[in-house]
């Protein structure tokens, strides 16, 4: 087990979401304007339904911090559902059962399998917990993790480049990977860098709203600043690009993750795949990234590029056919308050799952327990490493 670690519990319609995180370094200044505004982010976006008009997600600091600073102790943060307030009698954790079950399973969500390994009578039961609202703690406690991130001078980036077929251009792509910080023209509702490409997503989500359809789409998580070294070859599960891999593929409704060049690597040689290593001015330069700054499962110090593709999300407006759980008859599958699109929501969850795993790493090779000592330990690391080449 690692340094740090996290777990999160609330019910989308329940009264909050709790997450508690325990690693973190004692000594860290912490700014819940920050945390709030990764909240806001995860809220906004092109495509998205209902639910955010009702819920404005604040961040509570339950434990851990004093006077704005971690103690090393675990942190607990807790965000209230506004919305729990129509739901009291129905998600009332005691008494008798009130309100219409749900029996029609939505294909591609999780309730039908849910069903059937809790032996639960209501769909309900399982997507209250498997809703992707679930992620609103993830991303609260990732932005308590990018706080630490930013004092050992590492940052992390995201941006939307593809929904529905229509993508970023390849010069925007190339140009995000190399230097993520830079950013000229920004559709802040799409998180897409590229405007004409973003004008493009809009239209396509237009569309599907109008024919009752969703979207999916693609977005890349770019790291900076991370020193050579985090991560280890010497056992599967502490390979940082497979830690990385399954962070990003637990998000709801992702399918699949791509890190560096990615799928390229199937269609290209050696030659054109594995990026040169140089010697210039006393330090060790790679002039590409196909790898995407890991190697043998460990960073190499170049940037971390790490992309994600979301699937259509499962509740349709024109419902696709299932089976009622309780009648066994064919019938259309249920309908809660649903977004078109939720892509560039997914791209700021992918922020946070990435500073999570990403912090972990950070602990675990540097040590955590005040944030002087980890800095203390990474300067030695990078004097050491310097001095190899010097």
């Keep these: 087990m690692g340094n740090l670690r996290f777990m999160t519990a609330g019910e989308s319609h329940g009264p909050c ?44 600091i339950l434990s851990g ?41 939505r294909p591609g969500h999780a309730d039908l399998t849910g069903v059937l390994k809790y ?14 609202r679930e992620t609103t703690m993830r991303v609260a406690l990732g932005a308590l993790c990018k706080i630490f991130l930013k004092k ?18 390849e010069e925007e792509k190339a140009a995000f990977a190399e230097n993520p910080a830079l950013c000229n023209e920004y559709d802040e509702e799409l998180n897409c860098r590229d405007q004409e490409a973003a004008k493009r997503m809009k239209e396509r989500i237009d569309k599907a709203k109008a024919a009752g359809d969703t979207l999916g789409g693609k977005f890349v998580v770019a790291v900076t600043g991370c020193p050579a070294g985090l991560g280890s070859f010497v056992q599967w599960d502490r390979r940082l690009d497979g830690r990385l891999a399954g962070a990003l593929m637990s998000i709801q409704a992702v399918k699949s993750v791509e890190i560096g060049a990615g ?98 790493a950070v602990t675990d090779k540097f040590g955590g327990d005040a944030l002087c000592d980890t800095l203390t330990a990474m300067k030695i690391y990078d004097e050491r490493i310097k001095g190899r080449w010097q």
Excluded at 119 to 132: G, K, M, N, Q
Excluded at 152 to 169: A, D, F, L
């Design 17 to 60: 979401l709790t997450g508690i995180i325990e690693g973190l370094p004692a000594g860290i200044k912490i700014d819940i304007d920050e945390i709030n505004r990764d909240l806001a982010r995860r809220q906004k976006g092109y495509g998205r339904g209902g639910r955010m008009k009702i819920e404005t997600d604040k961040a509570e």
């Design 65 to 105: 911090v004093r006077f704005g600073e971690t103690l090393g102790s675990p942190v607990t943060l807790r965000v209230t559902n506004r919305d729990f307030a129509n739901w009291q009698e129905r998600m009332s954790a005691t008494g008798e059962k009130i309100g219409e079950k749900v029996t029609a399973a």
């Design 119 to 132: 032996d639960r009578e209501d769909v309900r039961d399982i997507l209250e917990r498997s809703s992707a």
């Design 152 to 169: 050992c001078g590492i940052n992390i980036y995201s941006q939307v480049i593809e929904v529905g077929g229509e993508k970023i251009s």
């Design 263 to 360: 799928e390229e690597c199937a269609q290209k040689p050696g030659s054109e795949i594995h990026d040169e290593i140089f010697l210039e001015e006393g330090k060790i330069r790679r002039k590409t990234n196909r790898a995407g700054g890991l190697e043998g499962g460990m960073t190499n110090g170049e940037n971390i590029i790490i992309s994600a593709v979301m699937k259509p999300i499962p509740t349709l407006m024109r419902p696709l056919l299932t089976i009622d759980i309780d009648t066994k008859k064919a019938v259309s599958a249920a309908k809660e308050r649903s977004d078109v699109c939720a892509v560039p929501a997914a791209s700021v969850v992918g922020e946070a799952m990435t500073a999570l795993i990403l912090a972990e």
